[in-house]
């Protein structure tokens, strides 16, 4: 498919899907005519790339894993370098920092809407309960 139906498929701008391809994350095949041509496939690659740097991975870590992920769960591994395991480790802190940050920050917000609500008298709506409400927590990762 061309860029522009591919971008409509995957709610990714032309632009920002040229910048991937720039960058290596990306690899259309090219018509006779030197368009871009998005395989089908490729959609499921643009939303892992998506939910990747949604994470917080910037494109340098991202462009060494791309390889190894093999659709939302395959994961192959063709070299595990010591010094790829330490940058990897060292990302995935620092998320786990921000994820931290971001939960006190809600947290915080929530406390802050509960106070407002119970000033003014205003009962939450369905619409503003926090999005894992009512489940229980899920058991922490390792």
Same mark, same amino acid.
């Given at each position: 498919?061309?860029?522009?139906?591919?971008?409509?498929?995957?709610?990714?701008? &032309?632009?920002? #899907?040229?910048?991937?391809?720039?960058?290596? %994350?990306?690899?259309? *095949?090219?018509? @006779?005519?030197?368009?871009?041509?998005?395989?089908?496939? $490729? !959609?499921?690659? !643009?939303?892992?790339?998506?939910? $990747?740097? *949604?994470?917080? #991975? +910037?494109?340098?870590?991202?462009?060494?894993? %791309?390889?190894? $992920?093999?659709? +939302?769960?395959?994961? /192959? !591994?063709?070299?595990? *370098? +010591?010094? %790829?395991?330490?940058?990897?480790?060292?990302?995935? *802190?620092? #998320?786990?920092?921000?994820?931290?940050?971001?939960?006190?920050?809600?947290?915080? %917000? &929530?406390?802050?809407?509960?106070?407002?609500?119970?000033? &003014?008298? /205003?009962?939450? @709506?369905?619409? &503003?309960?926090?999005?894992?409400?009512?489940?229980?927590?899920?058991?922490?990762?390792?």
């Amino acid at each position: 498919m061309r860029i522009g139906e591919f971008a409509e498929r995957t709610g990714v701008p &032309s632009r920002l #899907l040229r910048y991937y391809e720039e960058q290596g %994350l990306l690899a259309p *095949d090219r018509a @006779s005519n030197g368009y871009r041509d998005y395989p089908a496939e $490729l !959609v499921d690659r !643009v939303v892992q790339i998506r939910g $990747l740097l *949604d994470a917080g #991975l +910037p494109i340098r870590i991202i462009k060494i894993i %791309l390889p190894g $992920l093999d659709g +939302p769960v395959g994961i /192959h !591994v063709a070299d595990a *370098d +010591p010094e %790829l395991i330490t940058t990897l480790e060292h990302e995935r *802190d620092q #998320l786990d920092a921000r994820i931290r940050c971001l939960v006190r920050n809600r947290d915080g %917000l &929530s406390a802050y809407l509960a106070a407002l609500r119970d000033a &003014s008298g /205003h009962q939450p @709506s369905v619409a &503003s309960q926090p999005a894992d409400a009512g489940r229980p927590p899920a058991a922490p990762r390792r």
